[in-house]
Every structure is written in structure tokens, then in C-alpha cells.
């Protein structure tokens, strides 16, 4: 079946821009996860969503990220204001709700902040 | 709070050379172990798994056992080809939470 998804593959945008990244999961998984993968941090966690429960936000790095899930399916990942450091690859999984942590992940967005 | 922390690269072998990528964690509890391997232009793929202590994950020639006594899940492969270079990860979650990876080992291999 379909892997997960995320659009665009590639996005260069100016300092000060927004930005909105998309992601579709695996169809039945509930859980939804954001990471960052950059040169300097290595893979970093961003936000977890899992069904209709309130998300983990914990590893957002700044106010000007966000994320939200619609109808328990498709995720957008929502950066204001953006800035240089900004810039690297967002990744996307999800999993089943019933599993042994294993998640599948998305090719990924790379976003250049100018 | 939970951490991983792998053998430091890159690392360079010749094809049919014996391969370890160490990794180490701590953890609460009895966390899933996972190697998670991203071939140049690629996106991360799972390449095995443990879920509880002593269990062996293996795939593609890989293999890693989950050892609760040393806190480790050493990558490991007997002999090793060019299409095996790539970044490795390993990772640990606790439940269906995030996973929590190690800073990753470049390996390359020199046919």
C-alpha cells in the first residue's frame, strides 16, 4: 500500500516568510509524528499527535512552529516568521496505534530559508 | 530523560569486511530498539528491531541484540557490500512515543 507522503519535496523560501508543510500517513495509523533532521542536531522530535488526544508539542523549538491535524489524517507543519537556522529536513512518520514503536517515515521536506 | 548514543563516524571499510556500529542508551524501563538506515538520496527506512531484552532484529545480512545487561544494540554484519553504504541510526521509544535517535554513523564502503 501507500508509504506516507509529504509535499513539497523541496521548498526554498526568504527570511521572514512562512511556510506550511504537508504530510499524509500510512491510511489507518493513528499516531503522527514531526522531526527535524539537520546537519548541526541531528534527528530532532518536533510534535506527536495520536488519535483525538491532546499533542506531545514538547520539542518545538520555537513559538513560531506549529502543527495541526485534520479529521485524524493529514498533518500540516506551519513555521512563521522563518530564519536561516530554520533551514534542514522535515520528516514526517506514523505508526499504528497497537505496535512496538515502529514508525514509518516520509521522504521528507528540505526547506531553505535565504 | 532518554538518550542514544552511537559509535562516532564516519566509518570507511573494504566490501567483505566484518562491520560493528556500537550504540548505547538510557532509558527507563524497557524501551523498543530499532537501527534505522537512510541510503544517499533516501528517505529513513526501518532495518530491525528488538522489543524486549535478549530478542535479536535482524534483516539484510544485519543483526543487533537487545541487551538490557550493558544497555546496548550493537549493529553488526559479517561482510559487507557497497550498497551497504549509507547513514545508520539507532533509536529507542518507550509506547507508541517519539523515538529518540542516535546521532548517526556514515559507513562507507570501498569495493
Known amino acids: 500500500g501507500a508509504g506516507v507522503s509529504q509535499s513539497p519535496s523541496n521548498k526554498v523560501t526568504e527570511k521572514g516568510k512562512d511556510v506550511e508543510l504537508r504530510c499524509d500517513p500510512i491510511?489507518?495509523?493513528?499516531?503522527l509524528y514531526w522531526y527535524r533532521q539537520s546537519l548541526g542536531q541531528g534527528l530532532e522530535f518536533l510534535i506527536y499527535?495520536?488519535?483525538?488526544?491532546?499533542?506531545?508539542k514538547s520539542g518545538l523549538p520555537s513559538d513560531r512552529f506549529s502543527a495541526e491535524r485534520t479529521g485524524g489524517s493529514v498533518s500540516t507543519l506551519t513555521i512563521q516568521r522563518t530564519q536561516q537556522e530554520d533551514s534542514a529536513v522535515y520528516l514526517c512518520?506514523?505508526?499504528?496505534?497497537?505496535?512496538?514503536?515502529?514508525?514509518?517515515f516520509g521522504p521528507g521536506t528540505r526547506l531553505t530559508v535565504l | 530523560g532518554n538518550s542514544v548514543t552511537q559509535m562516532e563516524g564516519p566509518v570507511t571499510l573494504s566490501e567483505e569486511a566484518f562491520l560493528t556500529i556500537n550504540c548505547t542508551y538510557t532509558a527507563t524501563g524497557y524501551p523498543s530498539l530499532f537501527w534505522y538506515v537512510q541510503y544517499p538520496g533516501e528517505g529513513l527506512q526501518l532495518l530491525l528491531k528488538?522489543?524486549?531484552?535478549?530478542d535479536k532484529g535482524s534483516n539484510k545480512g544485519f543483526e543487533a541484540t537487545y541487551r538490557k545487561e550493558t544497555t546496548s544494540f550493537h549493529l553488526e554484519k559479517g561482510s559487507v557490500q557497497v550498497s551497504d553504504s549509507a547513514v545508520y541510526f539507532c533509536a529507542l521509544s518507550q509506547g507508541a512515543q517519539k523515538l529518540v535517535f542516535g546521532q548517526g554513523t556514515r559507513l562507507t564502503i570501498n569495493p
Open positions: 491510511s489507518g495509523h493513528t499516531a
Open positions: 528488538a522489543t524486549k531484552a535478549d
Open positions: 512518520a506514523s505508526s499504528p496505534r497497537t505496535g512496538d514503536g515502529t514508525q514509518y
Open positions: 499527535f495520536q488519535g483525538n488526544s491532546a499533542p506531545d
